[in-house]
């Protein structure tokens, strides 16, 4: 039987970056004493105000087709929100609620890339933008974003990708795996390099409410960028609800035309329950769930305050997000190998992160949402297995 060629850019070295977790989740089922550090779950439960609001939505008959780009009063606390915290006025007929973020990014490439266009990402990248530009027919171009820049890009890398396929730049702020959040100065010249050469600016803030003493900046607010910055969030990390699939994308009044369209022979809208629940989400809880960021931020200083102090290895804290970036370059072994071999010794499952992107080679990505016994019992059996290793570093 014959398939889509496009079903091969769903695959490779970005599927395959998951088998040291598949392998771990899978022995712990068997009952083996495995901690997973691999996969971004976290510890924190979904408020449980949320989860009731979810069963009285049900219990009301909220189960008929929901409005295709999100309920009204859900799309006017989204634009509420957007305005508080960037001082932009943003309608709610420019929101367009969506199945997560993932649904959002796919949505917003398909509706910018034509085939043989180029979008630029900085790597590190998330593991699912490649085959999300390339469904789109979309070429990814790749920028560098080195861990000595602290895997930042520079305006310059960027300007020097540019060719004349190119149709828009892809980022996410802070960064998933590296933590990294763009500051300012780097935004505004990305931002520059958007209007000089009419470009799209698609900024992935997932992340946005978790940040440590880094200032979160959407590109939206800079000069120029109302016509062609794209924002897309969810509730997924900031209010642990990564299970229920609520996100959005906030764009310009043409697009979310065209994203509405699209929706309407996709999915059909999101569920209403869902919805409404979401709106308790972000009434109750607007910048997040208030324990998570002080209890990521005390972890990402004890966990790399720990591991960095560890011969052959180097654990930067992250400036933003839930995961910290173990450099073993020191140790001699690929982080592949190091991942394999600290699995089957100690029982901990890490993420190696070179399929994310070059820059990211030789780095594991630990989870923060890990609760405090586990993080600590998982710390320690990496300074064991560290330990085992023939080899002196100096630190």
Same mark, same amino acid.
Request: charged share 20%; with cysteine; hydrophobic share 40%.
């Given at each position: ?8 850019s ?8 998951w ?16 901690i997973?550090?691999s ?47 960037t ?6 007929d ?10 959002a990014l ?26 999300? $530009?390339?469904? @789109?027919g979309?070429?990814i171009v ?7 820049n &602290?895997?930042? /890009? #520079?305006? %310059? ?30 935004l ?12 799209w ?22 000069p ?31 697009l ?14 999101s569920?209403?329950? $869902?919805?409404? @629940? ?8 607007p910048?997040?769930?208030? &324990?998570?960021? /002080? #209890?990521? %931020?005390?972890r990402?200083?004890?966990?790399c ?11 930067k ?5 839930m ?20 699995l089957d ?40 297995f560290?330990?085992?290793l ?6």
């Amino acid at each position: 039987m014959k398939y889509a060629d496009r079903v091969d850019s769903f695959c490779g070295e970005a599927t395959d970056a998951w088998d040291i977790h598949v392998t771990a989740a899978q022995r712990k089922s068997e009952g083996q004493d495995i901690i997973l550090l691999s996969v971004g779950n976290t510890d924190f439960e979904t408020p449980e105000p949320v989860v009731e609001a979810a069963y009285n939505s049900l219990l009301r008959g909220r189960t008929n087709y929901p409005t295709i780009s999100g309920e009204l009063d859900l799309r006017q606390v989204i634009a509420e929100r957007h305005s508080r915290k960037t001082g932009l006025q943003v309608s709610p007929d420019q929101v367009l609620v969506t199945l997560g973020a993932q649904h959002a990014l796919y949505n917003v490439a398909q509706c910018l890339l034509d085939p043989g266009c180029e979008a630029i990402v900085p790597e590190p990248m998330y593991l699912t933008y490649p085959a999300t $530009i390339n469904a @789109a027919g979309g070429d990814i171009v790749r920028v560098a974003s080195r861990a000595e820049n &602290d895997f930042h /890009p #520079t305006v %310059e890398d960027i300007a020097s990708a540019i060719t004349d396929k190119t149709r828009a730049i892809f980022f996410a702020t802070p960064n998933n795996p590296t933590g990294a959040v763009y500051p300012r100065k780097l935004l505004e010249g990305i931002a520059e390099l958007c209007c000089e050469h009419d470009l799209w600016l698609v900024s992935d803030e997932v992340y946005g409410d978790i940040t440590y003493g880094y200032e979160h900046i959407s590109p939206a607010i800079l000069p120029g960028m109302d016509s062609r910055a794209v924002t897309i969030s969810s509730l997924s990390k900031s209010h642990a609800m990564a299970g229920w699939r609520l996100g959005w994308a906030i764009v310009p009044m043409e697009l979310a035309g065209h994203l509405g369209r699209l929706i309407l022979c996709g999915t059909y809208g999101s569920p209403t329950f $869902i919805q409404d @629940a979401a709106i308790v989400a972000l009434q109750e809880n607007p910048d997040g769930l208030a &324990d998570m960021k /002080p #209890t990521y %931020e005390d972890r990402r200083l004890r966990v790399c305050g720990f591991l960095d102090k560890l011969p052959g290895l180097s654990c930067k804290p992250p400036q933003g997000g839930m995961f910290a970036m173990l450099d073993v370059r020191g140790t001699g072994l690929s982080a592949q190998e190091y991942a394999t071999r600290l699995l089957d010794d100690q029982g901990v499952a890490t993420l190696p992160t070179t399929p994310f992107g070059p820059s990211a080679t030789g780095f594991l990505r630990l989870n923060l949402g890990v609760e405090d016994v586990l993080l600590d019992d998982a710390i320690e059996r990496i300074a064991a297995f560290n330990g085992t290793l023939n080899f002196f570093t100096a630190k």
